[in-house]
């Protein structure tokens, strides 16, 4: 079994996507290990997706992840982490309209930024926000 990161992202959470997400984890068979309801502050979304921040929308990125409260998740089964990715679909929601339209993005997201979910993009990042977020043992 392998764990991920799963965020429901302020656009998801006030467009009231958080159960319907939730359940779409559930049945997919996904274990929800830890969840915490919380708000970004400026430095923790700089620090979290440090790596875009040379790119020209990481000010509107940090912003957005500030803008309100996230539902953070671990999420735990068999290749969790390209399960996960799978299920949430392209970055973009509009492309995932055309090219996965039962993809959590393309139900739920709004534009390129506003996606609704993050997902980890590798085992060794998953590992890396998992503890960025919550300390736990490696059995859980
Ligand atoms: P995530 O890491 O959130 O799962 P991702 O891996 O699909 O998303 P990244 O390229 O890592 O996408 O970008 C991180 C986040 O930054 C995206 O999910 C989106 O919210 C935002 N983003 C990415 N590219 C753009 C862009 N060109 N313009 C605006 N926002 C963007």
Redesign the pocket.
């Known amino acids: 079994t392998e764990r991920t990161l799963a965020i429901i ?1 302020p656009d998801g959470v006030t467009g009231n996507h958080t159960n319907s997400v939730k359940e779409t984890i559930i049945n997919h068979g996904f274990r929800i290990k830890e969840e915490s309801f919380i708000q970004l502050d400026e430095d923790r979304v700089k620090s979290f ?1 440090a790596e ?1 921040s040379s790119r020209s ?1 990481f000010p ?2 940090v912003e ?1 992840m500030t803008s309100g409260p996230v539902l953070i998740m671990v999420l735990e089964k068999g290749n969790a982490v390209a399960d996960w990715r799978a299920l ?1 679909g392209p ?1 973009d929601p509009l492309k995932a309209k055309v090219t996965h339209p039962h993809s959590v993005r393309a139900i739920c997201g709004l534009n ?4 609704c979910v ?2 980890s ?1 590798s085992p060794q990042s998953a590992r890396r926000e998992i503890s960025f977020f919550f300390k736990m043992t490696s059995s859980g």
């Open positions: 992202k997706y875009h929308f509107s990125l957005y949430i970055t390129l930024q506003k996606n993050h997902g993009d």
